[in-house]
């Protein structure tokens, strides 16, 4: 089901540098990592962009195992997720997508949202605060994840949701790197 | 008191904290558990702080870390700002690759919310990515 996805969007991005789509745990997230790691340095881009780019991946892929749903009855493709990495209008660009509840949809909307109304400062300045609160859950970062992806990404982040069915949705997002 | 040694993984830092007051953690900071990973180290300063050496340095080295890793790296910061309330000898040394802005950026950041200097040491790194 998520190979459909895969194609749809690898149509999209041109100069695909990176692209999994299927399950996801920690030994797969290091993977992708070196692996993006390895690419980016091959096709010789600039560190900055490198770093940017690798914790868009990885604070993308954390929040998929922290927040996707865990339900046998959704296929057995709970954690099923894609990553691609490439160029989108011309920019480097991070594409991650997973299933979502449809229950979960408003919260996750109006967090995004409100980042995507952040100034850079603002994001700043809320990162800190976040950080600085102490009420962290033992799992995942308090919603710091996505700030960072804000953060690195200069704030230039598109999102999408598609229903699957009743239950559950796609979601998907598109963070740019600019040079 | 004994050191607290822990290997690197694929996700996780080496760790090697030492009773002498050198206090090392170093490589790629990308637990799924946070809390897990860390809370021995708190454990383990948190005894220390009771009979520290004269001098102790909190140097981190890292290559990447996640955000759910930064609460407990401030955590552990905080813990050093505690040491030189009390009268104790303290620094905390944040390195970092020459050309890494960003991880400059966050030693930074961290230093901004605590009591204690974050002391940022440029390096050439290995196999920076």
Same mark, same amino acid.
């Given at each position: 089901m998520i190979g459909s996805y895969r194609k749809h969007k690898e149509i999209q991005i041109e100069d695909v540098i990176v692209s999994y789509a299927?399950?996801?745990?920690?030994?797969?997230?290091s993977s992708v990592m070196n692996l993006s790691e390895v690419t980016l340095l091959?096709?010789?881009?600039?560190?900055?962009?490198?770093? $940017?780019?690798?914790?868009?991946?990885?604070?993308?892929?954390?929040?998929?195992?922290?927040?996707?749903?865990?339900? $046998?009855?959704?296929?057995?493709?709970?954690r099923d997720c894609l990553v691609m990495i490439g160029k989108e209008d011309a920019h480097l660009c991070v594409y991650i997508g997973n299933y979502i509840k449809a229950t979960h949809i408003p919260i996750l909307r109006q967090k995004l949202e409100s980042l995507q109304a952040m100034t850079s400062e603002e994001l700043h300045r809320y990162y800190l605060e976040t950080l600085d609160k102490d009420t962290f859950p033992t799992k995942g970062g308090a919603g710091l994840g996505w700030i960072r992806i804000f953060l690195d990404s200069n704030r230039a982040v598109s999102y999408h949701?598609?229903?699957?069915?009743?239950?559950? $949705?796609?979601?998907?997002?598109t963070a740019k790197v600019l040079g | 008191m004994e050191k607290l040694l822990i290997e690197p993984t694929n996700i996780t830092p080496q760790v090697?904290?030492?009773?002498?007051?050198?206090?090392e953690i170093s490589g790629l900071s990308l637990p799924e558990d946070s809390y897990e990973f860390y809370?021995?180290?708190l454990a383990w300063v948190t005894?220390?702080?009771?009979?520290?050496?004269?001098?102790?340095?909190?140097?981190?080295?890292?290559?990447?870390?996640?955000t759910s890793s930064t609460s407990y790296i401030l955590k552990l910061i905080k813990e050093m700002a505690k040491l030189l309330n009390e009268g104790h000898q303290a620094t905390v040394s944040w390195y970092h690759d020459y050309?890494?802005?960003?991880?400059?950026?966050?030693?930074?950041g961290l230093g901004s919310l605590t009591t204690i200097p974050v002391n940022l040491i440029g390096y050439k790194a290995k196999n920076i990515y």
């Open positions: 299927g399950a996801l745990n920690m030994d797969i997230v091959a096709q010789a881009i600039k560190l900055k962009q490198r770093k $940017s780019l690798i914790n868009i991946v990885i604070e993308g892929l954390q929040n998929v195992l922290h927040h996707t749903i865990e339900d $046998s009855n959704f296929n057995g493709q709970h949701f598609e229903k699957v069915n009743e239950q559950y $949705s796609f979601f998907g997002f | 090697a904290f030492d009773p002498n007051g050198q206090l809370n021995p180290m005894t220390y702080a009771k009979s520290p050496a004269a001098k102790t340095e909190l140097i981190f080295k890292f290559e990447y870390f996640n050309d890494d802005d960003d991880m400059s950026e966050a030693g930074k």
